[in-house]
Nanobody, 121 residues
Framework: QVRLVESGGGLAQTGGSLRLSCAASGLTFGLYSWGWFRQAPGKEREFVAAISWSDTIYADSVKGRFTISRDSAKNTVYLQMNDLKAEDTAVYYC????????????????WGQGSQVTVVT
């Protein structure tokens, strides 16, 4: 079965960095586009970044600070987060879909369990 497992979350200070990883199994990695979303307490799940073979997309709030990438040899997608801010605090989810990159959660069929990122001053 398809499994997405996030890792790399934790506690960071304002201005610090974290790298999230999403290890995928049970699917043909190269057929999928990948997205990162986040959800803060009391808020809706929001788009962070997405990557396909043809493009990468970022939310305005993270553009220039976050970088999404993937390693097909390791079936893993990454989210490098630099210059972290308190408002980046959320549970971060990895997701996968067949087709082009999309920014809406409903477009993605597979999800990981989430990884908590907490940014403190």
């Amino acid at each position: 079965q398809v499994r997405l497992v996030e890792s790399g979350g934790g506690l960071a200070q304002t201005g610090g960095s974290l790298r999230l990883s999403c290890a995928a199994s049970g699917l043909t990695f190269g057929l999928y586009s990948w997205g990162w979303f986040r959800q803060a307490p009391g808020k809706e799940r929001e788009f962070v970044a997405a990557i396909s073979w043809s493009d990468t997309i970022y939310a305005d709030s993270v553009k220039g600070r976050f970088t999404i990438s993937r390693d097909s040899a390791k079936n893993t997608v990454y989210l490098q987060m630099n210059d972290l801010k308190a408002e980046d605090t959320a549970v971060y989810y990895c997701s996968a879909r067949i087709g082009s990159s999309q920014t809406t959660p409903n477009a993605y069929g597979y999800w990981g369990q989430g990884s908590q990122v907490t940014v403190v001053t």
